[in-house]
């Protein structure tokens, strides 16, 4: 079976995946009022070609059937380090475990990607992380002679999502130091200061900021580099105080076969049930629970 992916995962998919995520120039400079609106939070993201869902669908579901056992070091799936291609791979293979799972995963397929694929997108991202910092994909020595500053950024917003999508502590403080490192990047190249700093206490304790960033959406008008990043690693920052308060995400409990607290019950009332799977979903999860069973992911509802 690991043969068998590694037939489907081809450099032309990974790199057709990033091109989908991020329709942009790698070598001229962006306008970053599309980028916003393209973008993470910016809801505008474009619809899976066909011919590319037809190869990335069934990749998921050869994967799902592995179990997580047995499921292979995605990093193997790369050119080494040193090959000229391996950060833009690897960027596409990230995008292809965390964000296609959740462009095509619907109903109580969503448990797939909350409670299976997001541990192999990790595991991915934390075996990456695990390189000599000039190796890891993410940093700009791999990115500074194919690449402008802002394409890298984007690279930089692919790799921190993994950490931020995990509620455990461990993974929201690698998120908050992979967001540091930009912002002190972005700030020293740009001479400018991230104006969220102003509020970090605030951005750290407030467990409706999440809720509240995501309505309000990004920057919209006039949008600078600058203005992106600060704004997209101080959506990854928010997430952090729902695992300090709650130790999980409360969204994602039905996915976990978790009983909501009452505080969390509290949170969803407040928050108009946040990112909550609906209630059809709920229940048709909660039968899988009390059976014991999964439904498998090619028999959800998936599109």
């Known amino acids: 079976m690991a043969d068998q992916l590694r037939n489907m995962v081809t450099p032309t998919l990974l790199h ?22 393209t973008g993470f939070g910016g809801g505008g993201s474009p619809t899976l070609p066909d011919k590319v869902r037809k190869q990335v669908w ?14 292979p070091d995605m990093t193997t799936f790369l050119p080494v380090p040193s090959d000229p291609d391996f950060a833009r791979q690897a960027m596409g293979l990230q ?6 799972p959740r462009r095509l995963c619907r109903g109580v397929d969503c448990r797939w990607t909350n409670v299976y694929f997001d541990i192999i997108s990790l595991k991915y991202a934390q075996k990456l992380d695990a390189l000599p910092e000039d190796q890891k994909p993410w940093s700009w020595a791999q990115w500074k002679d194919c690449s402008t ?13 993994p950490f931020t999508h995990r509620d455990s502590i461990e993974t929201q403080e690698r998120s908050l130091e992979f967001s540091e490192e930009t912002r002190k990047t972005i700030e020293d190249m740009t001479g400018t200061k991230d104006p969220y700093r102003a509020r970090r206490g605030e951005i750290l304790s407030d467990i409706y900021g999440f809720p509240r960033v995501i309505r309000d959406g990004p920057p919209k008008e006039n949008v600078t580099i600058q203005d992106y990043t600060y704004w997209v690693f101080m959506l990854m920052d928010v997430h952090k105080p729902l695992v ?29 049930d946040f990112a909550r799977p609906p209630k059809d979903a709920r229940d048709r999860l909660k039968a899988d629970f009390e059976a014991g069973t ?4 090619d028999e959800g509802l998936h599109m």
């Open 16 to 37: 057709d995946v990033r091109k989908i995520v991020f329709p942009f120039s790698e070598t001229e400079p962006l306008d970053f009022t599309v980028v916003s609106h």
């Open 58 to 71: 069934p990749f998921l579901v050869a994967l799902s059937r592995l179990g997580l056992d047995n499921a």
């Open 95 to 100: 995008l292809l475990l965390d964000q296609m």
């Open 149 to 161: 500053l802002d394409y890298w950024i984007l690279a930089r917003t692919t790799f921190v999502v």
């Open 244 to 272: 300090d308060a709650f130790g999980r995400y409360p969204y994602r409990n039905a996915y976990f076969g978790r009983d909501d607290t009452p505080d969390e019950v509290e949170w969803f009332e407040k928050t108009g």
């Open 294 to 297: 999964w439904t498998p992911l």
